[in-house]
C-alpha cells in the first residue's frame, strides 16, 4: 500500500512538472514582449521595467523557470493587470465560492444518481426502470448550461420562485446563500447524477445476479439487506471511479453554471481572465485547475486501491 | 421505419465475405428501435448541416420589423434580437457543430491512429514512453486546453477544433493500442511475419482494419462530445464568435432576453440535444452490433 501510494505520488509531481513548463512556455509563446504581457496593455514603462526585473525576464529560460517556480511555491503569482490585487488573494477569495458550488453538486448527482440506479437495477425491466433509464439519456444529451437556461425560465421568470442569479456569502445570509445556490447545484449536478445512475445500474446488476447475493438470499435475508449491503457495497467502487474520471467534467462544468447565474467564483474568474486577456491570472488559473485535479485523481487512486486489494496488488490501475 | 437512412445497397458481390458480413451487420442493428431512432436523427442533423443553409434565408439578414418576433409564417422559428431569422441560424449552427464535431475527432484520428498503431507494435521500447505521455495529457482537463488555447491564439473555431482534438487523442491511442496487441498475436499475422511481410505492410493491412470496430464506435462518442463542447465554449464567448451563429453564441444572445423572447433559448437547445441523443443512441446500437457480447 505505501509503495502504491509512493508511485502514484511521483507520477503525480511528474505531471505536475510537465504542466508547469508548459505554463510557462504558453505564456512566452504568445506574441509580444512576455513583460508587456504581464504587466497589461496599459501599463506605464515603468510597472513594464518592474515586471520584467520581478520575473528575470531578461535572463535565459531555465533562470526565468527557476524565478517562476520558486515564486510560485511561496505564494507569488503577481498581479492582476485589471485592478493590481495580488492573483493568490484573488484566489482564496473565489476558490470558496466554486468549492461549495461543486460540494453541493455532488451531493444532488450522488443522492440522485445512486438512489435512481439501485432502484432501476432491482426494478429491471419494468417501468422506474425506463423512467431511470430515460433520465439517464436524457442527462447525458442536454447541456448544462441549456438545463440552467430552461431553470431560469421556468423557476425565475415564469414562476418567480427562485433568484436567476446572484450570490450573497453563507457567512452573511445562509438562507439567501442556498436559496441562490439550489438551482446552479442541482443544473450542474443533474449531469453527474445521470452518468453514476447508469453506472450504478449497471454495477449493481452485476453483482445482483452474482453468487454472493444468491448466498445471502438463501440465507434467508431480507431484500433490503441484500440489495443494501450486499450488492451495494460492492457496486460503490464504482461511484468512486466515475467521480475521478467525471472530475475533469466538474470543473468546465461549474465554469458555465458561474457563468450563466453570475456566481462570483473560480470560473467565472477564469472566463474574464481570458476575456480581459488577463495573463497573470490566467496562468494561476491553469496552474492550480491542473494541481487541483492531479491531487483528487490522486486521493480517488487511493482510495480506490483502499477498497478493492485487486489494484493494489497488481500494482496499478491502468489496463 | 427500416426504409429510412441507408437501404441495403449492398450488392450481392460474387462470394464477397466482408459484404455478407456487412449485410448480417445490417440486419443485426435494424432490429434495434433505439439504433434507428438514432440513425434518423444523425441523418436529420446531417441534411440540416448540409442541406439547411442552401435552402434558408441569410443568416445574417436583419429584418427590423421583426425584432425579438414570435414564431410566424415569415420566420418559422421567430427572430432574434436584430430581426435575424431563426431558423436561418439554426441550419446555419448546425454546419458550425458539424464542422467541430467531425474536424475534432479528424484530427485526433489522424494524430491517434498511428500514434497508437507503433506503441502497441513496438511495445517494447516505445509504448511506456507513449502511454506515460498519454497519462500527462489525461492530467489535463478538457477546459484548461481550450482556456489555454484561446488566450494563445484567441478565441475561434479553429481554437475549439484544435482543444476538442487534442482532448480526445488519449481515447484514440489507448483503443488502438489495445486493438494492436490483441490482434499482434493472432495467428495470421504470424504467418504474414513467416511471410516476410514489412512492419508497414503488417501494420496497415493487418492490424488497422481489425481497429475500425472500436475506432467507429468511439468516434460517435466523441462527435456528440465535441458538438456539445463547441455549443459550451461559443457560450462562453471562448469559441465561434459572433455574428457567426453558433448554437452557443445563440443562447447567450438568448439568454439576455429570457423574459421577451423564451423561444430563442429553446430552439438551440433542442438542437443541441437532439443531435447529442441521436449519435449517443447510434453508438450504443453500433457497440452491440459489433460486440453481440456487451448486448444486454
Known sequence: ?319 | MAELGVKETVAPVVSSGRADRRRRLWRRFRRRPLPMVGLVLVVAFLLLALVGPLVTPDPSLQDYNATLAPPSPAHPLGADDLGRDVLARIASGAQISLQAGVLSTLLAMVIGIPIGLVAGYYRRWLDPVVMRMVDVVLAFPFLVFAVGLAAIIGPSLRGVVFALGFAQLPAVIRITRGEVLAVREMDYVMAAVADGAGDGHILFRYILPNCANPLIVQATVAIPTAIIGEATLSFLGLGVQPPTPSWGVMLTIAQQYLDQAPWLAIWPGVMIALATLGFNLLGDGLRDVFDPRSAR
Request: net charge positive; glycine share 10%.
Open chain 1, 1 to 319: 500500500m505505501i509503495w502504491f501510494v509512493l508511485r502514484r505520488a511521483g507520477s503525480a509531481l511528474i505531471v505536475m512538472f510537465v504542466a508547469s513548463v508548459l505554463i510557462f512556455l504558453g505564456i512566452r509563446a504568445l506574441p509580444g514582449d512576455p513583460a508587456v504581457v504581464m504587466a497589461g496593455e496599459e501599463a506605464t514603462p515603468a510597472v513594464v521595467a518592474a515586471i520584467r526585473e520581478e520575473y528575470g525576464l531578461d535572463r535565459p529560460l531555465p533562470a526565468q523557470y527557476v524565478t517562476y517556480v520558486g515564486q510560485t511555491l511561496t505564494g507569488n503569482l503577481g498581479r492582476s493587470t485589471q485592478d493590481g490585487l495580488p492573483v493568490s488573494e484573488i484566489l482564496l477569495q473565489r476558490l470558496p465560492v466554486t468549492l461549495e458550488l461543486a460540494a453541493l453538486a455532488m451531493l444532488v448527482a450522488i443522492v440522485i444518481g445512486v438512489l435512481a440506479g439501485i432502484i432501476a437495477a432491482v426494478r429491471r425491466g419494468r417501468l422506474p426502470d425506463y423512467l431511470a433509464t430515460g433520465f439517464g439519456l436524457a442527462g447525458l444529451s442536454i447541456p448544462h448550461f441549456w438545463l440552467g437556461l430552461l431553470g431560469i425560465l421556468l423557476f425565475a421568470v415564469t414562476l418567480r420562485w427562485l433568484p436567476a442569479s446572484g450570490y450573497v456569502p453563507f457567512s452573511e445570509d445562509p438562507g439567501g446563500n442556498l436559496l441562490r445556490m439550489l438551482m446552479p447545484s442541482l443544473v450542474l449536478g443533474a449531469g453527474f447524477a445521470a452518468v453514476l445512475m447508469r453506472q450504478t445500474r449497471s454495477a449493481m446488476l452485476g453483482a445482483l445476479s452474482s453468487d454472493y447475493v444468491r448466498t445471502a438470499r438463501s440465507k434467508g435475508l431480507p431484500e433490503s439487506a441484500v440489495v443494501g449491503v450486499h450488492a451495494l457495497r460492492n457496486s460503490l467502487t464504482t461511484v468512486v471511479t466515475v467521480l475521478g474520471l467525471q472530475l475533469g467534467a466538474l470543473i468546465s462544468g461549474a465554469v458555465v453554471t458561474e457563468q450563466i447565474f453570475v456566481i462570483p467564483g473560480f470560473g467565472k474568474l477564469t472566463v474574464d481572465a481570458v476575456l480581459t486577456r488577463n495573463y497573470p491570472v490566467i496562468q494561476a488559473v491553469v496552474l492550480v485547475t491542473v494541481a487541483g485535479y492531479v491531487l483528487v485523481n490522486l486521493l480517488v487512486d487511493i482510495a480506490y486501491a483502499f477498497l478493492n486489494p485487486r489494484v493494489r496488488l497488481s500494482g496499478g490501475t491502468d489496463g
